[in-house]
Each structure stands twice: as structure tokens, then as C-alpha cells.
């Protein structure tokens, strides 16, 4: 939100953050996605989109991709 008010007001950054009370480095942060976080959403979208067909074939995939086996 922050930062849609720097773009829409071109208010600086500085005074964006005082008002919203938090620090330019929280403003500045963009989170990147782990490898874990990325095999999790490969999984979930095979599961959707091969519903029925067999979790054994989808994991073999996955793992074949380098993805850690589910415990």
C-alpha cells in the first residue's frame, strides 16, 4: 500500500514510511520464493491438475525434477 502511494502521489519514500510507520528497508523488501516453496506449488498444481490419475506417477515426476520425497 506504501508504495502505491509513492507511485499515485509521488510522495517520497521517506515521508510515505514515517506516515505509515514502518522502515524504508520494510518498504524496499521483496520476499523470493525458496526452492521448498516452489516444490510444494509444483505439487499442488500437478495434484489439481491430474486429479485420479495416481499421486505415484506425479511424485515419480517430481522427484525426477529434482523435488525432495514427501515423508
Given at each position: ?18 506516515a ?24 499442488v ?15 515419480i ?11
Open positions: 500500500m506504501a508504495k502505491r502511494v509513492v507511485a499515485e502521489q509521488g510522495l517520497s519514500v521517506r515521508l510515505v514510511c514515517a505509515f510507520g514502518i522502515s524504508e528497508t520494510c518498504y524496499r523488501y521483496e520476499a523470493k520464493a525458496s526452492k521448498e516453496n516452489t516444490q510444494i506449488e509444483n505439487r498444481h500437478l495434484s489439481e491438475e491430474r486429479y485420479g490419475i495416481g499421486s505415484l506417477k506425479d511424485e515426476h517430481l522427484i525426477s525434477q529434482g523435488a525432495q520425497r514427501l515423508k
